[in-house]
């Protein structure tokens, strides 16, 4: 009931510094053409991972074109193939690339999905038991289908009840793939976004409001309300989400608006748009993602009794950058 209260505190907050059409107006304006807001997939997109020698002490190339890439395309692809595929890699990528310690939820360290963690990174698999993380006496219990079950997790961004902008990078690394299926989805939402709003103003705008998106977490029913997309210190923060975690709001204000976003959104993340991307990740390969700034899903996938498709994940406050905090 505190937690509810205190949303709802927050979006009382929130409605008090509306965005005004002119207010996008003037962030459209100022939007570079090589930005991310520009970014087409289908035409910029190296599909060509960063390969990382982590025998080596010198990462400083590596890092600075996976930060060129993170902050133009929102995601950066690498390749770690050619050493032992495990946590550590992630930990080496956080040093590297001075994201600090990986974020866990509160209500996740209370819980049996602790269980899904190993030094703060999330493993995820349909075949995940006790055994695979050293506990074989744990039984793993969790609605969360996307962390234990072979299902597809639909466009989402990670932080299900954080604070739009909040979480802004997730890293996923592939240990197996499946059989088959489970490629990683990037839809680019903030260029969709712009391109609305180019368009269609008044519809682009009702994505601003605070009460358009409904994310809950499944295990403990706790829920948050905010906006799909927040311009703020003219910049654009992304939360929109299609996933089981996301409701949207029809019922609230300038319904016609609403529903028009809404529309021209999920037509802009059909397969062969150019907002979208798709790639089946390989042993060893992973993504590290602008989670503020684009959306993330995969497809369902098989398994097999001898090939179980397992990934880490873990998700930080901090943007990749270099020790002086450039990019």
């Keep these: 009931m505190i937690r509810r209260l205190l949303y709802l505190f927050l979006i009382g907050l929130m409605i008090d510094n509306l965005i005004t059409k002119e207010d996008l107006i003037a962030f459209l304006k100022g939007i570079s053409p090589k930005s991310i807001y520009r970014c087409r997939f289908g035409e910029v997109v190296s599909e ?3 390969e990382i020698d982590f025998d080596s002490n010198d990462f400083q190339e590596e890092a600075r074109e996976i930060i060129r890439r993170y902050v133009n395309q929102g995601f950066a692809l690498f390749d770690s193939r050619s ?7 992630i930990k080496t990528l956080e040093s590297i690339l001075c994201l600090g310690e990986p ?15 190993s030094k703060g990174v999330n493993i995820i698999s349909s075949h995940l038991n006790g055994k695979m993380i050293n506990q074989p006496n744990t039984v793993i219990q969790t609605k969360l289908h996307a962390f234990t079950t072979a299902s597809e997790q639909n466009l989402h961004v990670d932080g299900t009840l954080e604070a739009i902008g909040s979480i802004k990078t997730s890293i996923l690394l592939c240990v197996n793939p499946a059989i088959s299926g489970g490629e990683s989805i990037i839809f680019n939402s903030v260029a969709a976004f712009v391109e609305l709003a180019e368009q269609d103003m008044e519809a682009a ?5 605070c009460m358009c998106l409904k994310r809950e977490n499944l295990d403990c029913g706790d829920f948050a309300f905010g906006p799909a997309f927040l311009l703020r210190n003219n910049d654009l923060f992304t939360r929109y989400s299609i996933d089981v975690t996301s409701s949207w709001n029809y019922d609230f204000k300038d319904c016609s608006h609403f529903k028009r ?4 959104l999920k037509e802009k993340t059909k ?10 990740l390989l042993s060893g390969q992973g993504i590290i993602i602008a989670n503020d700034k684009v959306s993330h899903g995969r497809k369902i996938y098989v398994d097999s009794s001898g090939q179980t498709r397992t990934f880490l994940r873990s998700i930080y406050y901090s943007q990749p950058h270099f020790d002086n905090g450039s990019w």
């Design 48 to 50: 060509s991972p960063v």
């Design 103 to 117: 974020y866990i939820p509160c209500r996740y360290k209370g819980s049996n999905i602790i269980n899904l963690y």
């Design 261 to 264: 976003a809404c529309e021209y």
């Design 83 to 89: 050493c032992e595929i495990n946590v550590d890699i």
């Design 205 to 209: 705008i009702s994505l601003l409001d």
């Design 271 to 280: 397969s062969g748009s150019s907002f979208l991307f798709e790639k089946r």
